[in-house]
């Protein structure tokens, strides 16, 4: 122990002597948190509308206004013919385009179901998918409460009344908000980002500068170098998840609604997965810029594809979907988001629990040996 304690406060006085390190490591988390917080929004609002009214009724000009009156649309343009609208759509003035036909107010007035067309950019498909979703679902709930209002008296009709009132209930996010869904990702993929940047160009810029031979003819044990080496970057790791975890709160006021102590028992599993493929970095590359490159090109980047964080997994192949499982992120991002957002115990995490510590023992393992190769 007193071997191992050495090393641990070797490493640590050089953390503490290297100014970039140290402004990496509690500087650029929260800095991360902040920019990618802000910048990870999926909520679609203020898209610019134009709306080719061909009828100019009451009624038209109230669905108008119902589109007006969202705050997902913002009126930017009236067109007066299709190739003023298709002009609006092709320059990029209005990303969505509204036809209201001249028998709107008729068919609306006489009970009958009354159509109308959506025109949709769908150059920037997420939001042209969620601004299509919003359009029509105002114009339905227009339509509905147009045919339910009383009519003059004398006009006979034959309205058909909604036989069916649905009630809904959002869990977990009532608001629908995209920031509280991918700000805990956001957290998660940090954790990752950092433990294995941290353990790999580490070691790696002991063998650039020679220290790493010193450390091998020492009476150290080889087991005892590597927990030596592991240990500072836990405890490291720990702090910069505590930092991220107190930027989320102080910037977006999101906390989890778990235990903190089970996010802390969690992490801690996620923590040396992450840790254990950054020595396995360490031990193929021989410079900090080729433990740079495979870092991200073999490990960062392929899990935050292939963990859910930007795509959902239920929508790639199925081969890709098994390779998935492979990938530790995966289930860390369940576990950050349903402790962030549902309160989730040990009752339901664990079957993310078990193959996290599944892969992380074997890609410790791995790494350790291949650690072992290098020193012999």
């Keep these: 122990m007193s071997r191992i304690g050495s090393v641990i406060k070797k490493e640590l006085i050089q953390l503490r002597r290297d100014k970039k390190m140290r402004a990496m490591l509690f500087i650029a988390p929260v800095m991360q948190v902040l920019v990618l917080g802000y910048a990870a929004n999926m909520d679609v609002s203020d898209v610019p509308l134009a709306v080719f009214d061909q009828d100019m009724s009451p009624q038209s000009r109230g669905l108008t206004a119902a589109f007006q009156n969202s705050a997902a649309f913002r009126l930017v343009a009236a067109p007066v013919s299709q190739r003023q609208l298709s002009s609006e759509l092709d320059a990029g003035s209005a990303e969505v385009g509204v036809v209201i036909p001249p028998s709107f107010g008729r068919d609306l007035d006489a009970g009958k179901t009354p159509k109308i067309q959506v025109l949709v950019d769908g150059a920037r498909s997420n939001t042209a998918a969620v601004s299509l979703s919003y359009a029509v679902s105002i114009a339905t709930d227009y339509g509905r409460k147009a045919s339910a209002s009383p009519l003059p008296a004398g ?113 801690l599993a996620f923590v040396v997965s992450t840790l254990g493929i950054g020595l396995f970095v360490s031990t193929i590359a021989r410079t900090q810029q080729q433990a740079m490159m495979f870092s991200i090109f073999f490990f960062m980047f392929p899990m935050m594809v292939l963990s859910g964080f930007v795509f959902p997994i239920a929508n790639m192949p199925v081969v890709i979907q098994a390779v998935t499982y492979l990938m530790p992120l995966r289930y860390y991002l369940v576990i950050v988001r349903d402790l962030f957002l549902k309160g989730s115990g040990m009752e339901v995490l664990w079957l993310q629990l078990l193959p996290l510590l599944a892969i992380g023992a074997g890609v410790l393992g791995i790494s350790v040996l291949r650690f072992h190769k290098q020193l012999d």
């Design 155 to 267: 006009m006979e009709t034959g309205i058909a009344v909604p036989s069916l009132d649905a009630r809904t209930r959002v869990w977990y996010n009532p608001e629908l908000k995209s920031r509280l869904f991918m700000v805990p990702g956001i957290f998660a993929l940090l954790a990752m980002v950092f433990t294995i940047i941290l353990t790999s160009l580490a070691i790696v810029k002991e063998k650039e500068i020679g220290t790493l031979e010193q450390l091998m003819v020492s009476p150290l044990r080889r087991g005892e170098l590597i927990v030596g080496k592991l240990v500072p970057f836990l405890l490291v790791s720990t702090i910069i998840l505590v930092l991220a975890i107190v930027a989320v709160w102080f910037f977006f006021g999101i906390l989890p609604r778990g235990s903190l102590l089970l996010l802390a028992a969690l992490s």
